[in-house]
């Protein structure tokens, strides 16, 4: 009997601490510092971590070293097709002329083979970023807590602290907030005043979001406010994480875009829509160009609605680069308004390799890591200008984003992530080199498709 009593009582404690010291001050937007100071803490351990890692390197040489980031592992030429091969073909002790077919024109193409295995600058975009030092966390652990004791005991108390008080609470925080979601939603939506059911829409959405956020323990910088997408217009932003909803999310509302699920997730866009106009796809319809931008394009023509949130890689690409945005977000017309978002990889890593983690081994991850750390920043406006297509102006958009963020700016397209290479690269090389051996004209520069047709 007293055993449930206490337990009753630290349940009680429990939750009274989490609802006073963390769902209220989340729920209107306040901050009491604990997290802030919960960062602070967390930075001058690291820094302690990474100094006696480095003084055990020094006294001990044996030791595991990381391994170092990949930085330019090729020198590569940059003359043409035609300029590369005449190079090899002057070596040769027999003249060939230029309508010939040389054997070495071979190695030509096993170069840019190899370059392309070695540095794969496209499929490196789709593994976790590499750390320049450790950050306690047993997953990018090198065998570095073995270096002393005091490290061994500050990494254990960290699994501690991680695993058995951090992850129940974020856990509970994160089931509270999507219930809140779930029954807020569903009850606004039987509302029929539009200002008075959109003001409490709008209020239940940010609540919920910013309940999640706290369940991630998220330090989130704004920065550039008087950017924020406005109603009527379109949001768009580079893609790291699912994640990613909520850290906007958090400072605002916007009307979703992707495909109706089911289970779960079913229920959870079936109670968002009653109260706010979001945009759900059947998977019939997704196929359907013409279908998904009429439907896009209606939202955004009603200047009363939310702005649109879209993420035109389609993919998550791990917080290092920014990749071909897709210019379907481009032709629905109005108003873009970029935003780039970067996170701080020494807290956790927000990358979602959706290859290799399913989405709950993936929110495990993320609850048990130390803390998202992320810096937005909210671009000025953007419109198509005069004579330009939809595609030059999301490249426009693209480097603005990858530039701000201090992204790489890449012109891959992210669905290589699971895609092969269209056919129509792989001929246009060899449209080239048939081209210059029946004696036309070889064209002076290559497209950038070289590098993906020779992997």
Same mark, same amino acid.
């Given at each position: 009997m007293e055993n449930s009593l206490k337990q009753r009582r630290g349940l009680q404690v429990w939750f009274s601490v989490m609802i006073g010291l963390i769902m209220i001050p989340a729920m209107f937007g306040l901050s009491l510092g604990v997290t802030s100071v919960y960062i602070q803490i967390l930075v001058k351990i690291l820094e302690w971590s990474t100094l006696r890692i480095q003084r055990g390197h020094r006294d001990r040489p044996t030791l595991p070293v990381p391994a170092p980031l990949p930085n330019g592992l090729?020198?590569?030429e940059g003359g043409s097709m035609e300029h590369e091969m005449g190079e090899l073909r002057r070596y040769r002790t027999q003249s060939i002329s230029r309508g010939e077919f040389a054997l070495s024109d071979s190695f030509y193409f096993y170069r840019k083979g190899l370059e392309s295995i070695v540095d794969d600058q496209v499929t490196q975009r789709f593994s976790s970023e590499e750390l320049v030092s450790w950050n306690l966390l047993t997953r990018t652990n090198h065998n570095f807590h073995y270096i002393s004791l005091r490290l061994t005991v500050i990494w254990g108390?960290?699994?501690?602290?991680?695993?058995?008080?951090?992850?129940?609470l974020r856990i509970t925080l994160a089931i509270i907030g999507l219930s809140w979601l779930v029954i807020g939603t569903s009850l606004v939506g039987f509302l029929p005043n539009r200002r008075v059911k959109n003001w409490l829409s709008e209020l239940v959405h940010l609540m919920c979001y910013r309940i999640c956020a706290r369940g991630l323990s998220a330090t989130i910088q704004y920065h550039n406010k008087n950017n924020k997408p406005q109603k009527g217009g379109i949001c768009v932003a580079?893609?790291?994480?699912?994640?990613?909803?909520?850290?906007?999310?958090?400072?605002?509302?916007?009307a979703?875009?992707?495909?109706?699920?089911?289970?779960?997730?079913?229920?959870?866009?079936? &109670?968002?829509?009653? &109260?706010?106009?979001?945009?759900?796809?059947?998977?019939?319809?997704?196929?359907?160009?013409?279908?998904?931008? &009429?439907r896009l394009r209606a939202h955004v023509a009603a200047k009363s609605n939310l702005p649109i949130l879209i993420f035109p890689e389609g993919t998550c690409i791990n917080n290092t680069s920014v990749m071909m945005f897709k210019k379907g977000s481009f032709e629905i017309g109005g108003t873009i308004y970029p935003v780039a978002i970067k996170y701080d990889p020494r807290f956790g890593d927000a990358f979602w390799n959706s290859a290799?983690?399913?989405?709950?081994?993936?929110?495990l991850r993320m609850m048990t890591s130390w803390a998202i750390v992320v810096n937005v920043?909210?671009?000025?406006?953007?419109?198509?200008?005069?004579g330009e297509d939809a595609t030059k102006f999301a490249n426009r958009v693209k480097s603005a984003i990858a530039h701000q963020g201090g992204l790489l700016d890449m012109a891959w397209d992210g669905s290589l992530k699971r895609d092969k290479v269209k056919e129509e690269f792989k001929e246009h090389q060899q449209k080239m080199y048939s081209s210059m051996v029946v004696g036309k004209k070889a064209r002076t520069s290559q497209e950038p498709h070289t590098e993906s047709t020779k992997r």
């Amino acid at each position: 009997m007293e055993n449930s009593l206490k337990q009753r009582r630290g349940l009680q404690v429990w939750f009274s601490v989490m609802i006073g010291l963390i769902m209220i001050p989340a729920m209107f937007g306040l901050s009491l510092g604990v997290t802030s100071v919960y960062i602070q803490i967390l930075v001058k351990i690291l820094e302690w971590s990474t100094l006696r890692i480095q003084r055990g390197h020094r006294d001990r040489p044996t030791l595991p070293v990381p391994a170092p980031l990949p930085n330019g592992l090729i020198q590569r030429e940059g003359g043409s097709m035609e300029h590369e091969m005449g190079e090899l073909r002057r070596y040769r002790t027999q003249s060939i002329s230029r309508g010939e077919f040389a054997l070495s024109d071979s190695f030509y193409f096993y170069r840019k083979g190899l370059e392309s295995i070695v540095d794969d600058q496209v499929t490196q975009r789709f593994s976790s970023e590499e750390l320049v030092s450790w950050n306690l966390l047993t997953r990018t652990n090198h065998n570095f807590h073995y270096i002393s004791l005091r490290l061994t005991v500050i990494w254990g108390l960290g699994v501690i602290i991680r695993y058995c008080v951090l992850f129940p609470l974020r856990i509970t925080l994160a089931i509270i907030g999507l219930s809140w979601l779930v029954i807020g939603t569903s009850l606004v939506g039987f509302l029929p005043n539009r200002r008075v059911k959109n003001w409490l829409s709008e209020l239940v959405h940010l609540m919920c979001y910013r309940i999640c956020a706290r369940g991630l323990s998220a330090t989130i910088q704004y920065h550039n406010k008087n950017n924020k997408p406005q109603k009527g217009g379109i949001c768009v932003a580079n893609h790291t994480s699912p994640i990613d909803i909520v850290i906007l999310a958090n400072d605002g509302c916007y009307a979703m875009v992707g495909q109706s699920h089911s289970g779960l997730m079913g229920v959870i866009q079936r &109670s968002m829509v009653r &109260s706010c106009p979001h945009v759900w796809f059947e998977r019939s319809e997704m196929r359907d160009r013409h279908a998904v931008t &009429s439907r896009l394009r209606a939202h955004v023509a009603a200047k009363s609605n939310l702005p649109i949130l879209i993420f035109p890689e389609g993919t998550c690409i791990n917080n290092t680069s920014v990749m071909m945005f897709k210019k379907g977000s481009f032709e629905i017309g109005g108003t873009i308004y970029p935003v780039a978002i970067k996170y701080d990889p020494r807290f956790g890593d927000a990358f979602w390799n959706s290859a290799k983690y399913n989405m709950v081994s993936y929110l495990l991850r993320m609850m048990t890591s130390w803390a998202i750390v992320v810096n937005v920043w909210y671009l000025p406006p953007m419109t198509r200008q005069e004579g330009e297509d939809a595609t030059k102006f999301a490249n426009r958009v693209k480097s603005a984003i990858a530039h701000q963020g201090g992204l790489l700016d890449m012109a891959w397209d992210g669905s290589l992530k699971r895609d092969k290479v269209k056919e129509e690269f792989k001929e246009h090389q060899q449209k080239m080199y048939s081209s210059m051996v029946v004696g036309k004209k070889a064209r002076t520069s290559q497209e950038p498709h070289t590098e993906s047709t020779k992997r």
